[in-house]
């Protein structure tokens, strides 16, 4: 709002100018007070967002401890407590600065941190809170590739290295205004005239994690008994197929705090006056990340009735989570009924990745790699066959001749960088990670002992299993005790009575 002094006190009658100067005023504190409830309006929607994309470290918890064999739960939920922890350290030391320090150069940001001289007028603690949630995500996807057989210092190494270093500097290629592949770049040319689209992390998040834990399950080898001699797959089934469905459903509900919560603001008006906003949009994202994602299980559902002839809970969950990570890329861009198809794609993608792990040997518990790293690359190519001109003017910013959906009759050039952009994820991810890990098998600190891996991580590395089975330790070997205890002699030489307990 603006308010002239000169033009309203031409309508005014004696004491014009001060009659104008005390209506501009109180203008003035009208106006400001809709610019602090925008603010406080955008923060709340995003801190919300952010605590909802958290709250899926609970379901990557119950969906691994379900997907791993009892003897391993408690070694499992303590690495996605700490993929959090040591996280949150290392992003808040480096990783907000490498990802969104800006001014910077197209490669890594320079400024932050530690979180120095943070809030500004485009950053605040929310955007910091909201980074790091996805940061750890990507770290814990690939714990769940590497589960069952992985030293305990290994997990705490990859999770600083990759949150600290690795996955802020993809996040600094393709969202900060300064990346040198980002649709946000302010100066310079965007690559290919649009910059790879990623709205909310096919690559950047899910293809990050699923190919560094491809390279950390490749390098390790498959667990103990997961092929037999012929090569021929034996399944390792996990223990729990409720906390699978429970991690499941919990995922679902944080994906909406991962998708429609990646616009960052919702009080941004496409056309004042109108039902056209952001939240509009905000609303379609989450329209199409749920039809995306019930079109991959129920895909996934009669894909495996068809190949196993069974009705399996577990795999439809992955299926249905493999659509939530194809539909991420390309959630804000495209319309509902093109989410049926990412889904239904993303369904075969990943039954297609399993075989082909099978073939060749390749162990993942939780097939994040072929979930994550299969789905993410194929959501990447959909946002590029599909995404709508008019959705993406609004999300980007309206360019003139901004390429769009080769199937939208917007040309190929934006399937050239969501091209690129899988092949530098892939190209930046193998030679770090794929470095790290292979240091660490070198060192001896990567894989635990076959005895330990055979008895079980819980009990050799943690002091014991997760479920407890009887309420006292005590009191359960007295009972042992008991029952063996020497048995009464017969005086008469007949068979011995049992001394009751």
């Not at 959090?84 to 907000?96: D, K, N, P, R």
């Not at 309206?398 to 530098?424: E, N």
Request: a neutral charge; aromatic letters at 14%.
């Amino acid at each position: 709002m603006s308010c002239s002094v000169t033009e309203l006190a031409v309508l005014l009658g004696p004491n014009a100018t001060e009659a104008a100067n005390y209506i501009c005023g109180q203008l003035s504190v009208v106006d400001n007070k809709f610019i602090d409830a925008a603010f406080a309006i955008d923060t709340t929607y995003l801190l919300f967002s952010a605590y909802l994309v958290f709250s899926m470290q609970l379901g990557f918890a119950m969906l691994c401890a379900g997907s791993v064999r009892a003897k391993n739960t408690m070694n499992i939920m303590l690495t996605n407590v700490l993929d959090a922890a040591a996280g949150g350290l290392f992003y808040y030391l480096f990783g907000y600065a490498f990802a969104f320090g800006s001014p910077s150069n197209g490669f890594i940001g320079k400024h932050y941190f530690g979180l120095k001289d943070i809030p500004t007028a485009t950053a605040d603690y929310s955007n910091f809170l909201y980074q790091w949630a996805f940061a750890i995500a990507a770290a814990g996807i690939t714990s769940g590739s590497i589960a069952e057989r992985t030293q305990f210092v290994a997990y705490l190494i990859y999770s600083s290295f990759l949150t600290g270093f690795v996955y802020p500097v993809v996040s600094h290629w393709f969202w900060s205004v300064d990346g040198w592949a980002s649709p946000f770049r302010t100066d310079g040319d965007l690559l290919f005239r649009t910059g790879a689209i990623d709205f909310a992390g096919s690559g950047v998040v899910h293809m990050v994690g699923g190919i560094a834990g491809l390279w950390g399950a490749f390098i390790e080898g498959p667990r103990l008994g997961r092929f037999d001699n012929g090569g021929r797959a034996i399944a390792l089934r996990g223990h729990s197929a409720s906390l699978v469905v429970l991690g499941t459903f919990l995922l679902w509900f944080g994906w909406y705090g991962f998708n429609p919560g990646s616009f960052n603001k919702i009080l941004v008006t496409y056309q004042t006056g109108t039902y056209q906003g952001q939240w509009s949009a905000v609303g379609r994202t989450a329209v199409t990340t749920t039809l995306a994602g019930c079109t991959a299980a129920l895909t996934t559902l009669f894909g495996k009735r068809l190949l196993s002839g069974h009705w399996n809970v577990t795999d439809v969950c992955n299926g249905l989570l493999g659509g939530f990570a194809a539909i991420t890329g390309g959630c804000s861009v495209v319309e509902p009924w093109a989410a049926i198809i990412c889904g239904f794609v993303a369904a075969l993608v990943l039954l297609g990745c399993n075989k082909l792990a099978e073939k060749l040997k390749y162990d993942d518990p939780l097939e994040a790699a072929q979930l994550h790293g299969g789905c993410g690359a194929w959501g990447l190519i959909f946002t590029a066959l599909f995404a709508e001109k008019k959705y993406l003017n609004q999300v980007y910013g309206d360019r003139p001749g901004r390429p769009y959906g080769l199937f939208m009759g917007g040309g190929g050039k934006l399937l050239g960088a969501q091209l690129i952009q899988i092949i530098v994820i892939t190209g930046w991810v193998s030679v770090t990670m794929g470095t790290l890990f292979f240091i660490l098998k070198k060192m001896k600190l990567l894989r635990i002992s076959s005895e330990d891996e055979m008895a079980g991580m819980d009990m050799t590395r943690h002091g014991g299993f997760a479920y407890m089975y009887h309420d006292d330790d005590e009191s359960h070997k007295a009972i042992q005790l008991r029952r063996v205890e020497p048995r009464s002699p017969s005086p008469s030489g007949a068979k011995t009575i049992p001394t009751p307990v």
